[in-house]
Each structure stands twice: as C-alpha cells, then as structure tokens.
C-alpha cells in the first residue's frame, strides 16, 4: 500500500493513555499511518513528572502495562517505610520514557502540537483536525485528514470552578516541580475529600510555609490506608480476583462494615492476622503516643458519617493526611455558610468555625473539555463503555474510565487494545450495542447519581476489565489458563490486568510469581460466601426475567 493510499489514525494526548493507545496502533495496524499529538514537550503526562514528594496510591504492580512488566509484586524489607512498593518522585515519569523507547514510540509522537479542534469529515466520514505548532509565535493552524481518532486527553482537563469571594490558588502554583510552595502565611480552605484535596491540604500544611489550613467537607469519606493493617502489605496486594467475584452489592455492604470494624478493633485484627511492620512516615515517628487515639477517632468519624453511595464509590488511600489532622496541622470543617469562607459550619457538632480564609484550593472534580474541542458535537454520554461513540464507529476514548478502586493506565491498556481489535477487523461491534449502551446508561445513573458524569466514566475496575476482556477472548478461564492449579492461584494473588494476557509467557512469568497475601481464614471465608452469592445472583436475573 502506498504511503498516500494509506489509512490514518489520530492519537489525541501523549500520557500514559495516549502513549499505551499508540503503542497498540502501531502493533494491530502495519499498515495505517499514525500520530500522536501531545501539546506539552513530554510524554510524560499529570503524573509522570510530579511535585516534590509525590506517592502514588496504586502500586507499581498493579499500575504498570501488562505488555511492558517491569515490576512485581512483592514488598520491600522495610516494612513500607520507604513506599518502594509505589511510584515516587518521578518514577512513574521514567518508567513512560523507558515504555515509549522500549516500543520506538517517539518518531510516532508530535510533541508541541496543540489540536485545536475535531469535527466530521462530511466528505468521506472520517475526521478534521485543526492543530497548532505552540513551540513558535507564528505558527498557522493546520487542518489534517484522519480516518480515524483516539481521545486520549485524560481527565484532569481543567479544575471545576467554585464561586467565591476570596481568591483562587493556581493549580499550576501548588503543582509545580521546581522547588518550595509559593503560598505562605496563608489562612486556606481546602474544598474536597479525593486523593487530590487531602494531598493539597498535607502540602500546604508543611510548617516552613506557615499557612493556616482547613478542609472542608460536605460528608464523611471512606480512607483506605495505602499499607492495609492486615499483613501490613499494600492494599492492592490484599485484593484478589476470588474476592471480587462476589457480586458488587454484598461486597460493598460487607466491605463497609468491615472497615468500621478494622478501624474500631484494629489491635484485635492485628493480632489474629500478625502483620509485617506497618509502614511509618517521618511524620509518623514525631507524633506523640496520644495521637494516635486522634488519628483513630477520625477515621471512625470520617467512615461513619460517608453516605452509603459516596462510600462504595470513593476510597481514599492517601490515609497519612490523618497524622496531620492529628496533630493539628490540618482542620477538618464543613461546607461554608457563604461564599465568602469566613466562617464554616463544624464537622462534628452544630456549631460554627471560624475560618477567615484568604485562599481557596477547589478540588472537586474536574470539568471535561471534550465538548469544547468538538464544538459541542461529541459528549462522554455518546460513548459506549466510555470508548467507543454510539453513532461514530471510528471515534474512540480511552482514559476516561475513572475506577472507584484501581488505577487509569491500566484499564487505558485494555480499552487501546479494543480499539486495535475494532479497527483491525479482529472483533466487531455487538450487534446490541445501543441498547446495550442504554441500559449500561440507567443503571450508571442510578448507580452514580452524585458523579458528574459529563466529565468521568465511572467504573469498578476489575468487572469493567473483565467485560472487555471478555470482548477480545482474553479472559483469564480455566481453560485459557490451561490448568486448575494455575487458574486457582489466579484468584490468590493480587489482581493485575496481566491475567488478561495469560497466553503471553513473558506477561505470565512475571505474575506467576507473585505471593499469596490474603490470610487463609480470609479465603475460607470468602468460599463460604460464594454459595449465597451465586443464590444472589440468581435471584437478581430471575427478578430482572419476571420483571
């Protein structure tokens, strides 16, 4: 095939969604011509080029692609207080620069290229791309022709606006990688309860900076410690494939009370379950023995007063932001009475603190910007499984599915090799997908009524990878497997999307390794489960059947 009669695929985005996407398309389609358009100089997306001190919340292992394994799972002698288990500093940066030069990724990638906008191409259905040079002042804007696009512009787009009386930090400020925060001597309000607001809160409360910080909250949130009390080993390695084959509604009744009564009987759990040395941070080592009592009455507050919906949706694992509520360098509060954040309402009583503020951080959720680069045309709503649109079957996301417990880079995995198979003709579009697509829609919106789903795909990782595994003939059954032996140890170990790629060696080395953290009396318990789980579900199809 000539190079003008050649097929073109546009990769928008060079993160770790993007970079996995290309990876993908040069691999499944010889024979098209693609490119990656990144508007920054690197491929190193939100998280690969981080601030100072940053830890990830999903480990190494379970974060990494499955086609370029690079880390296992197994911890550290150190009991975590190092968090080698996790990406540190920029770890996570080099491990996407040693990816795009393992795969010879770069000449594919056009760095500094704004892409301005997407719209149909009437003429032949495919797709117009009006991008930009942004390295130059005089640079005009381009309209390039593609048969077929990728999305890969991840989803933290652009900060969720809040009205306020009192100024806004820059993201850009309290992100930047360059040394000290430029925010000092501050009276801060921290809205938020995610990952994001409490890592901010913990950053600002840094005692050179000499800031005054609060965070707001309108309920209660779920915080999973990031090394789990059980073996003292990171939560990821503790969840398993034979736990999450129960049905989402029992574990997530169970799982909430279980967390209540880990962190109510925490030393009674420690001693039937003996840990390795739970991870300490050097702000752990510095805190009186008292403390730890504080530490504890927040996290059962917190628990308790999470509404049913927003605990089984959102778990914190940035649990250290606790030490600093502890010993008051951090001040949980309500909502405030105005917007003016002078005074918030208590998070525990009836009465009101006061805050006056002279600085807000926003951190509740992001606003998508897909609609603006299409001109209104194309919505995350229009998408079936968040990655393939409805009525535009060259149109692809990938990256916009956000787990409630997981990680993006690898479901981005899953989702490039779907699109591949799409467009290579090695799987085809079901038949049902827009009824499919509607009733995957009602029950997300009742499911996640509180999220904004105009920005997010919301997902539970593993059932959502499974189902499109189960799409590409990759799921990990006994008998792609090939014995029952290797397919129990499976439902042991951590779970890793690189069991979808059990036919691979490579892949198949690396996780057949992996240890056993789950407790056997945890185990047994989970196969005493399964009997009224099967029943459950039953009854679910049956009720659903007669309905």
Not at 42 to 51: K, S, V
Not at 68 to 95: I, N, Q, T, V
Not at 117 to 131: A, F, K
Request: aromatic share 10%.
């Amino acid at each position: 095939m000539t190079q003008a009669n050649k097929k073109r695929v546009a990769i928008v985005g060079g993160g770790s969604s993007g970079l996995i996407s290309l990876r993908h398309m040069v691999e499944m389609l010889p024979d098209w011509d693609v490119t990656c358009f990144e508007q920054s100089g690197t491929i190193l997306g939100c998280w690969g080029r981080p601030y100072s001190g940053f830890v990830s919340t999903s480990t190494k292992y379970t974060t990494q692609f499955s086609t370029y394994a690079s880390f296992d799972a197994f911890c550290h002698d150190d009991g975590g207080a190092s968090r080698s288990e996790f990406f540190r500093e920029g770890e996570y940066g080099e491990y996407l620069q040693s990816f795009a030069d393992h795969f010879g990724l770069h000449s594919y990638i056009r760095l500094f290229t704004q892409v301005k906008q997407i719209r149909r191409d009437q003429t032949n259905q495919g797709w117009e791309l009006d991008v930009l040079d942004v390295s130059s002042n005089h640079s005009q804007t381009q309209t390039l022709n593609f048969d077929a696009v990728i999305i890969a512009t991840g989803l933290a787009a652009v900060a969720k606006e809040v009205q306020s009386d009192i100024p806004v930090a820059s993201l850009k400020d309290i992100n930047r990688t360059d040394g000290e925060l430029p925010i000092r001597g501050e009276r801060i309000v921290v809205l938020g309860g995610g990952e994001s607001a409490v890592d901010y809160a913990v950053r600002l409360a840094k005692p050179q900076l000499q800031n005054k910080v609060f965070l707001s909250l309108q309920s209660g949130i779920r915080v999973s410690p990031r090394y789990h009390p059980i073996r003292g080993v990171p939560s990821d390695f503790l969840r398993n494939r034979l736990m999450l084959s129960i049905h989402e509604d029992m574990r997530n009744w169970i799982g909430e009370r279980f967390v209540r009564f880990r962190i109510r009987y925490q030393e009674k759990m420690e001693r039937w379950f003996p840990p390795r040395q739970v991870a300490q941070t050097k702000h752990d080592k510095t805190q009186p023995a008292q403390n730890a009592a504080v530490r504890k009455h927040w996290a059962g507050l917190l628990t308790r007063t999470a509404k049913d919906d927003l605990f089984n949706m959102f778990h914190n694992k940035s649990d250290d932001f606790l030490h600093w509520v502890a010993d008051g360098s951090i001040t949980i509060v309500g909502p405030s009475t105005d917007s003016s954040f002078r005074v918030c309402k208590s998070f525990e009583t009836d009465e009101k603190t006061e805050v006056n503020a002279t600085l807000l951080v926003p951190s509740i959720g992001y606003r998508s910007t897909l609609e603006n680069l299409t001109q209104g045309q194309i919505a995350l709503k229009d998408f079936y499984l968040g990655m393939t649109h409805i009525h535009a079957s060259n149109l692809f996301l990938v990256g916009f599915a956000r787990p409630i417990i997981g990680n993006i880079p690898s479901i981005s995995e899953l989702q490039a090799r779907c699109v591949g198979s799409l467009l290579s003709g090695r799987i085809a579009l079901p038949s049902d997908m827009v009824p499919q697509h509607a009733t995957d829609e009602l029950q997300n919106q009742k499911r996640f009524s509180k999220l904004n789903r105009n920005a997010i795909y919301p997902v539970e990782m593993f059932p959502y990878c499974d189902r499109l595994a189960q799409w590409l003939g990759q799921s990990p059954t006994l008998r792609r497997v090939g014995s029952i032996q290797k397919w129990w140890r499976i439902q042991l170990t951590p779970a890793t999307t690189m069991h979808y790629w059990c036919h691979d060696e490579t892949v198949r080395s690396t996780y057949e390794k992996s240890p056993v953290y789950m407790p056997k009396l945890l185990i047994l318990l989970l196969l005493g489960l399964k009997p009224l789980d099967w029943s459950y579900r039953w009854v679910r199809r049956l009720s659903k059947t007669t309905g």
